[in-house]
């Protein structure tokens, strides 16, 4: 379970410069890897997979083990989704953490409410650039707990991404399972026809 989207954060990207403090350090302004752990780290072999992938356009990857959610179009009709974390820490909390004990990062006020608020942003913005990237992250949500539900016919696919805010995962919530089902959100996703579909 081996995820193929692009997680990088391009802080030479004008649109996310501009959320930067002015103390963020001159020699981190640049594009950086967030994971390399999964194809990221093998540029060559995910460029030959997913051309291999293109050749049968509707081609749907899914993945996981990122502990995080993802929607991704890597073009040429080849999708990509990636479910959720059930439990575990999620990669938002995960590079929150990281960020706020760097003994440079961490010097910097407000940066971790500044990643927690933007960093799904800046992942989509990273990942839109084509100079970078031929895959767009259609969704990410970098922060919250839930499970994927596909749905496969015969002329289509669809995922449905079931969400919880991180805060409620140690929440007790068996004597009340009304109050839980209030707390799921879903997002879904149609692939159909060679097109990422969102909301069906």
């Not at 030479?12 to 640049?30: G, S, W």
């Not at 940066?111 to 650039?129: A, C, P, Y």
């Amino acid at each position: 379970s081996v995820m193929m989207t692009p997680t990088f954060i391009d802080f030479t990207n004008p649109q996310i410069a501009a959320l930067l403090p002015p103390v963020f350090p001159d020699v981190l302004r640049t594009r950086l890897m967030v994971n390399a752990e999964d194809f990221n780290g093998f540029p060559q072999k995910k460029m030959e997979m997913i051309g291999l992938a293109a050749l049968a356009p509707g081609t749907v990857v899914i993945s996981g083990d990122i502990h995080s959610t993802f929607v991704t179009d890597h073009g040429n009709g080849v999708f990509e989704f990636t479910g959720p974390a059930i439990s575990s820490s999620t990669l938002g909390e995960i590079s929150v953490r990281a960020i706020e004990n760097d003994p440079l990062l961490g010097q910097i006020p407000g940066i971790g409410d500044l990643i927690r608020g933007f960093f799904s942003t800046m992942l989509q913005l990273s990942s839109n650039d084509p100079a970078h990237s031929s895959s767009a992250i259609a969704y990410a949500e970098n922060f919250t707990h839930g499970y994927m539900i596909m749905d496969a016919t015969a002329d289509s696919l669809t995922a449905t991404m079931v969400e919880l805010p991180s805060n409620e995962v140690a929440t007790d919530h068996t004597q009340d399972a009304a109050a839980l089902d209030s707390l799921f959100v879903e997002r879904v996703f149609t692939v159909q026809d060679g097109q990422l579909i969102p909301g069906r």
